[in-house]
């Protein structure tokens, strides 16, 4: 991410978590493929049934969820090239290679699991009285807590959603 890209889109807290945040797992997800292809023992070994690489993501997701890592990946150098390996390749890669392992019950679990963190995480920005980020605002805090309210109840729709139709009446 160059320069002023990255700086808008830090400008903004929404832009900065939910959508900058967002991409960087993505990208890992789409390179995924390639290293399941090079290090297919690795992954085989370490990961056999999904469950360590969906606690390593849900470890860095947890982790970039916290407001000060937020403040501290805005001024501390270190911290934001962290942020550029840590979310692709230790949350997006192993999230790609763990969900297709995940019986129903884990990938139902992981649903509503993060749900509740995005629910809990949209409260904690909604109803704080005080800047929990140095770097942004109060309004774009409360931005960022509908964000998350946003989401929660997304996933809770996709996960409502699977749980009544039958993916085997679009095959």
Request: proline share 6%.
């Amino acid at each position: 991410m160059l320069p002023p890209v990255a700086n808008l889109a830090e400008s903004v807290m929404a832009i900065h978590m939910h959508m900058q945040m967002t991409l960087f797992v993505v990208v890992g997800v789409l390179m995924a493929p390639l290293y399941q292809k090079i290090f297919p023992r690795f992954f085989e070994k370490w990961n056999s049934n999904g469950v360590p690489g969906i606690l390593l993501f849900m470890v860095i997701l947890g982790y970039w969820l916290l407001p000060r890592t937020m403040d501290e990946a805005l001024s501390i150098p270190a911290v934001e090239l962290f942020k550029f390996i840590s979310l692709p390749f230790l949350a997006g890669v192993p999230l790609r290679d763990s969900w297709g392992k995940l019986s129903n019950v884990g990938k139902n679990t992981l649903y509503v699991l993060l749900s509740v963190i995005f629910g809990v995480m949209a409260w904690l920005y909604i109803a704080s009285p005080v800047q929990l980020c140095n770097n942004y605002l109060i309004i774009e805090q409360k931005a960022l807590g509908w964000g998350f309210v946003f989401f929660a109840v997304s996933i809770m729709i996709y996960f409502i959603s699977t749980l009544i139709i039958d993916p085997s009446d679009y095959e």
